[in-house]
């Protein structure tokens, strides 16, 4: 089993940044993938990182101003966000996958395990 905890979220002014975290329990290596779920909306992909770091992917419309890296010592994955909008309000989750591919990596299908969710709050 795969554990992950997110921490970081909060309450943001416009054009403001936080940096999200999620810690990932057992060993390391898992393909992680952040997600976000704004009010009334569907849970969406933000970012992905593979098991090396090596290849990232984001969700184009969030791309330049977010980034995901990993730190495979610390079994931690992070998601460092800029130039927050209203529009970024969301519950952000961090999600895991042990296995070796996917037919791709932005759909929540693909993730077997999932944190609880991290909320932030952008105010205008």
């Known amino acids: 089993q795969v554990q992950l905890a997110e921490s970081g979220g909060g309450l943001v002014q416009t054009g403001g940044s936080l940096r999200l975290s999620c810690a990932a329990s057992?060993?390391?290596?898992?393909?992680m993938a952040w997600f976000r779920q704004g009010p009334g909306k569907e849970r969406e992909f933000v970012a992905t990182?593979?098991?090396?770091?090596?290849?990232?992917d984001y969700s184009d419309s969030l791309k330049g101003r977010f980034t995901i890296s990993r730190d495979n010592a610390k079994n931690v994955v992070y998601l460092s966000m800029n130039s927050l909008t209203p529009e970024d309000t969301a519950v952000y989750y961090c999600?895991?996958?042990?296995?070796?591919?996917?037919?791709?990596?932005?759909?929540?299908?693909?993730?077997?395990?999932w944190g609880q969710g991290t909320q932030v709050t952008v105010s205008s």
């Open positions: 999600a895991a996958s042990t296995m070796p591919s996917a037919r791709t990596w932005t759909s929540r299908a693909s993730y077997a395990y």
């Open positions: 057992g060993q390391s290596g898992y393909r």
């Open positions: 990182i593979s098991r090396n770091g090596g290849t990232r």
